[in-house]
Nanobody, 115 residues
Framework: VQLQASGGGLVQAGGSLRLSCAAS????????MMWYRQAPGKSRELVAI???????NYAESVKGRFTISRDNAGKILYLQMNGLKPEDSAVYFC??????????WGQGTQVTVSS
């Protein structure tokens, strides 16, 4: 599975961004899809997950602000990010896997939130 993330950028605190992740494989629809992020000097952390059955789960730090969704027909994963905070600044990665574990990674897209 090849994954291509896009949509990052520079935004002011309180603003919004939508990340996209395009998948190359028809296995997209049966995969669990995830967004991770990694800030400088920190470990990569799971931000949100959407299962093949479209169940979702979020990191506590983004609940109520971020929404993960998927378009199986178009093989695209989304992350709608609202109410962005400076601490959301990181490189965001999309990933595909099974049983909640990532197996394939996309390249990162940089999100920078200015205060």
């Amino acid at each position: 599975v090849q994954l291509q993330a896009s949509g990052g950028g520079l935004v002011q605190a309180g603003g919004s961004l939508r990340l996209s992740c395009a998948a190359s494989s028809s296995a997209f629809s049966i995969s669990d899809m995830m967004w991770y992020r990694q800030a400088p000097g920190k470990s990569r952390e799971l931000v949100a997950i959407i299962t093949s059955g479209k169940s979702t789960n979020y990191a506590e730090s983004v609940k109520g602000r971020f929404t993960i969704s998927r378009d199986n027909a178009g093989k695209i994963l989304y992350l709608q990010m609202n109410g962005l905070k400076p601490e959301d600044s990181a490189v965001y990665f999309c990933a595909a896997g099974f049983l909640g574990s990532p197996h394939f990674w996309g390249q990162g897209t940089q999100v920078t939130v200015s205060s």
